[in-house]
């Protein structure tokens, strides 16, 4: 019996193109809302680059409400900072240094240990007309405490860094889910279509979620959020290759592109049309984002307020670039920070890391308050969970979920 396929379509394939499979027709339908079906591939000439009846996924959209935030700068301190030694005041635990407390430990049945607790070594003040009380390993965010909102409600449903970190970026502890900058570019798409929607940041090594913390999920890639580096290529392999010039690139792209459009007619998934998007951005990339990472033209007063240090790799540099991210139109701008876990020497520890990040932060406040853009930008300061009151180790904490 021969089995050749029909009009050169496998079963799958006609089902598939003719909208009959399962939910088939639902998904005709809404696709053709959205002018999915509109025109067949290589009907009409691609303009800026994008195949023709091509919706962009990432152009701006009209929320569903009047929004004040059109952009989000997330500062995320991977590890766990003790929150009874920055910002969640515990006066109650004065002259409560050494003494022991039953503690249920996680796991193992939830067994109970004894606990020896440990003071907060350091003074809190209080700051602003709203008289929040603040450590004093952040002096300069005390400065801005009258622009802080400060939420001492959250918890997180598992003490593991790397699942921890997953709820608190996707509202699931488990991979596979959008993150938070993935669903909002979906939403709202991006201001800017010479730069990504969605930029991740990085100071030191991240473990945990690793990229899952800011991957797209079931959403479609072209919202998961893109790596910048601050030392090297920004963005790895987008500079062209040695003897490739620009002309020669946009030839590159535009054959690629020709190749994906065919492909993209001939079944139709969402992905290949993600990629000749990507293939776009990236080309456009190469002419903005080189002037973007260049802090060296940022006035000396800037540089003096942040702390920042030209071409090293530093906290202060990214919050910079944070701010020049949003003023550029980027719609979710995310910061990782590492070394937050302090099972050991929280004494010697948590004051190296709290200077290292409260200038930047505050200057990062005071430079998008002195700009307009902080009446229209969300700064968030966050980390998984807090840690216990109780020692561990010499001189640590672990890890609490309850803060």
Request: a negative charge.
């Amino acid at each position: 019996m021969n089995h050749s396929s029909f009009c050169g379509r496998t079963r799958r394939e006609f089902l598939w193109q003719s909208g009959a499979g399962f939910t088939g027709t639902a998904l005709a339908g809404l696709l053709s809302e959205d002018g999915f079906f509109s025109k067949p591939a290589g009907a009409a000439e691609a303009t800026d680059g994008q195949p023709a009846g091509w919706n962009n996924p990432l152009a701006p959209k009209e929320p569903h409400f009047p929004p004040k935030a059109t952009s989000v700068i997330f500062l995320y301190m991977y590890g766990g900072p003790s929150h009874i030694d920055t910002f969640d005041y515990k006066p109650n635990m004065k002259g409560m240094d050494n003494k022991t407390v039953d503690v249920e430990t996680f796991g193992r049945g939830g067994r109970r240990n004894q606990g020896r607790i440990v003071e907060p070594r350091w003074d809190f003040q209080q700051y602003g007309e709203c008289g929040k009380w603040i450590s004093d390993l952040f002096p300069h965010l005390g400065q801005e405490a009258d622009e802080i909102a400060f939420l001492h409600s959250m918890t997180a449903d598992s003490p593991i860094h790397g699942s921890a970190m997953l709820m608190m970026n996707s509202g699931r502890i488990l991979s596979g889910s959008p993150c938070l900058g993935s669903w909002v570019t979906y939403g709202l798409g991006s201001m800017n279509q010479n730069l990504p929607g969605f930029v991740v940041l990085i100071t030191g090594q991240v473990l945990g979620a690793g990229n899952s913390a800011w991957g797209s999920g079931f959403l479609p890639t072209i919202h998961q959020g893109i790596e910048f580096r601050s030392q090297g290529d920004p963005v790895l392999f987008l500079s062209n290759p040695k003897g490739i010039d620009p002309a020669g690139r946009r030839e590159v792209v535009d054959t690629v592109n020709a190749l994906n459009q065919i492909q993209l007619a001939d079944v139709r998934d969402p992905e290949i049309a993600t990629r000749i998007g990507q293939y776009e951005m990236a080309y456009r990339m190469q002419s903005s984002v080189p002037e973007l990472m260049d802090i060296d033209s940022e006035p000396a007063a800037i540089h003096e307020m942040y702390g920042t240090e030209p071409g090293k790799t530093s906290f202060a540099n990214n919050c910079l670039l944070a701010r020049r991210l949003v003023e550029r139109g980027v719609r979710f701008v995310q910061l990782f920070d590492q070394g937050w876990d302090h099972h050991c020497n929280v004494f010697g520890s948590l004051p190296k890391k709290a200077k290292e990040v409260d200038r930047p932060v505050a200057a990062l406040i005071k430079d998008l308050k002195m700009r307009g853009l902080l009446d229209d930008t969300l700064v968030v300061w966050s980390a998984e969970f807090g840690r216990t009151p109780m020692a561990q180790g010499q001189n640590g904490s672990g890890e609490v979920t309850k803060a």
